[in-house]
């Protein structure tokens, strides 16, 4: 059993004990959330789709730690002109478990 969510303005396919990153989540670390919006569960050989959310489907996740991910540098430049812009950036996210798919 698989499902298809969204958070974040992103699409992940979590499956019951799936680890993964996520964009920041206002929770603390070992509280449990519920993303709503299910795109779409495949149960046996069965797949559901939203139209674009499946009503009352739930993916229940606990939340293991929060950090950032590896650093990025932007850097800026125009040729001949003597400019340059170095910056570094660290995307926060929050790493959580799934524990149970309900459709």
């Known amino acids: 059993m698989y499902a298809i969510i969204e958070t974040g303005?992103?699409?992940y396919?979590?499956?019951e004990g799936t680890v993964l990153d996520v964009?920041?989540?206002?929770?603390?670390?070992g509280a449990v959330v519920d993303f709503d919006q299910v795109l779409a569960v495949?149960?046996?050989d069965k797949l559901q789709v939203g139209k674009p959310?499946?009503?009352g489907a739930?993916?229940?996740a606990k939340v293991m730690s929060h950090g950032k991910g590896k650093k990025i540098i932007v850097f800026k430049?125009?040729?001949k002109k003597n400019y340059r812009r170095k910056q570094g950036h660290r995307q926060p996210y929050t790493r959580v478990k799934i524990e149970?798919?309900?459709a």
């Open 23 to 29: 964009e920041l989540l206002p929770a603390e670390e």
């Open 58 to 60: 739930l993916v229940r």
């Open 100 to 102: 149970k798919i309900e």
């Open 13 to 15: 396919r979590v499956e």
């Open 9 to 11: 303005g992103k699409q």
């Open 42 to 44: 495949k149960k046996d």
């Open 77 to 79: 430049y125009k040729a």
């Open 53 to 55: 959310y499946i009503e």
